[in-house]
């Protein structure tokens, strides 16, 4: 079962995300599913700006937290920047690329929280 620690980091990365005016975040708990993480965070921005900030924000407020990130790819293109840290994954998208990968369809084994349930 998801440890404190990782529902942590999942309320701060989607009040940061929130913050930045995300679309449709989405919080996928993988735990049963995979061994990659607990929890994924798939959320949308308009344009490669948002987008960016999203991700700026995320790890600005997780860091401060002590939850430095571990890994990111794809800021720099902002179509799919993707930011790992161990216990969660958040997947920030542009509209276009969130439909073509369809992360959501991907991962339909695990299961959809509510960040009220966290």
Known sequence: MADQKSKEMVRLAYE???DKKAQD???INIEGVSVLADYFLI???TNRNQVQAMADNVEEVLYKAGFPVKQTEGYNTANWVL???GDIIVHV???ENRLFYDLERIWRDGKDVSIDEL
């Open 16 to 18: 940061a995300l929130a």
């Open 25 to 27: 975040i989405k919080i």
């Open 43 to 45: 959320a949308s921005g």
């Open 83 to 85: 930011m790992d840290y």
């Open 93 to 95: 998208f542009d509209s």
